[in-house]
């Protein structure tokens, strides 16, 4: 229990420090230009865990990287994961009126302007990477961007989004799914962690362990949030539930049934902290993060 | 005459150059995601001139770089280009059908893959650029994406796209139209030739003089394309003409009229090739190209 609040202490930190990040950069312009700059502090300030920047830093954090590089990567990935979610409540994607307990982006303000405020927020995630405020060695931003946009383009996240989209009437197994999910928020769980080791000039092997965490930790989330889709409660969630069963969509859920989903996501939380033991309590943050993910009830 | 077609053979030998490395960057995987890559390449290869990777390689050679480095970095800005044209043809956007000729991407395919594809080729932008095959030295790459990105971003394309939506009933005067078209089309044409100035590692000056040609040229390219769309066959233009006057929407030509507008695009080519006069003759198909976005029929 002690321990528990001590992580939630620390997500909420770095969640805070993160915003404060973005705040920065995101200063809203003067001309017509600002109502972009607004639709997207909109969505970028709606709350959210923070998930991906608090992987960035505290695998950062692994090999002593300075606060002030790897917030900014934080702050970049989270403008990929903000820009994605703009994108995927779309009328013409996932058509989402509601998204963590407010209005979607194109519902508050149109949907020309979500649209652009996706695309300028992923581009400033790259822009963030490029500067050299983000950190002194060049190739260690061009790693952070080559890695990044592998992460989110066709043979990442985006591809994973159009296997959703083509699949929604399809009968799709195991495989199919653990790769659709693997692309679509398991890929930007990679980077996140992945980041730290570019940063921190990881050896190979740390790496390895840190992947090896990051895929564990990206399916026992996905399956976490198919559980929280089938049963939770929409209040807490923040979003409607039940859309899965609803859109007759296959989910880690409805292939396994909820009690092995659950028990299958406990077992890969422990897996993921089984790759860090090397890091012994250094890795404590981490490791009560995979806990976290499958626990956690929105 | 002869020297027209000079320019004219050099477009066309370039173009397929370029299209040859873009063919090769976008493999069609298989797996569901194929349709998003078949969507990319469908509006990648489309026709259109390739005036900005022709900027890009140009611009280059001035300084002796190896095509294949230039080559790489004009697929990049053409990815980012052809992205902008699927995002703005939606419906929410511009809600066009056609472009050079042929059914836009949501027509072909549909929204949801058109929104995706735009997202996954500026993805690809950057994948390309922080490849270490575009150029060998980190600092290169690393500049390069910080100037693409932002030359597409809040303060370039996007937010110009976004000035132009929310202006579409609003009566703008010539240095609001002036700032609109250098961010929404300018940005991108400055940055193509300046990549090629970060591409030769060239001195302040020159990137000075580039960078003035380049805003020249923007400026000329757009009121030019503006004449198209007021005076222009919509066969030959293979898109339709008329549009602006139809939205009431400010153009240089409804401010200026035509007459006058034809007369400021000739002063600003005049005025693009000026600055590269210390080039000489190594700067011709830079300096002929101005000519040819003025006098240009499509």
């Keep these: 229990m002690e321990y528990e609040e001590y992580l939630t202490q620390a997500m909420t930190t770095m969640a805070e420090a993160v915003e404060r990040q973005l705040r920065d950069l995101l200063p809203v312009p003067k001309g017509p ?4 700059v607004e639709a997207m502090r909109y ?10 920047p608090f992987l960035v830093v505290t695998s950062a954090d692994l090999f002593g990287v300075d606060k002030k590089y790897s917030l900014r990567v934080a702050a970049a990935i989270e403008c990929v994961h903000c820009y994605s979610l703009i994108h995927d409540d779309l009328p013409a994607m996932d058509d989402d009126d509601k998204r963590r ?8 303000y149109d949907e020309a302007t979500a649209i652009l405020a996706g695309d300028a927020l992923m581009t400033l995630a790259f822009e963030i990477l490029a500067d050299p405020a983000t950190h002194p060695d060049a190739l260690v931003r061009s790693s952070l961007i080559r890695a990044l946009a592998g992460a989110s383009g066709v043979h990442g996240m985006v591809g994973g989004q159009m296997i959703d989209l083509a ?28 980041a730290g080791g570019i940063l921190g000039k990881a050896s190979e092997h740390m790496r390895h362990l840190l992947h090896g ?6 399916l026992a989330f996905q399956i976490a949030d198919d559980l929280l889709d089938y049963g939770g409660d929409p209040e807490e969630v923040g979003k409607a539930t039940g859309k899965d069963a609803g859109r007759g969509k296959a989910t880690f859920v409805s292939l396994m049934g909820p009690e092995r989903a659950r028990r299958q996501a406990d077992i890969l939380a422990d897996q993921a902290i089984e790759h860090l033991r ?4 250094k890795a404590i943050l981490l490791k009560g993060l995979a806990r976290f993910v499958v626990d956690r009830r929105k």
Tied chains: 1, 2.
């Excluded at 307990?101 to 508050?108: A, E, I, L, P, R």
């Excluded at 090397?278 to 309590?281: R, V």
């Design 167 to 194: 699949s929604e009437n399809e009968e799709l197994d195991m495989g199919e799914i653990t790769r659709l999910q693997q692309l679509k928020t398991g890929a930007l769980i990679c980077f996140s962690v992945e």
């Design 101 to 108: 307990g407010q209005s979607t982006c194109h519902k508050k």
């Design 33 to 36: 230009e600002g109502r972009l």
């Design 43 to 52: 969505s970028m300030f709606a709350g959210g865990k923070r998930l991906r």
């Design 213 to 218: 965490y990051a895929r564990d930790l990206g």
């Design 278 to 281: 090397e890091f012994g309590d």
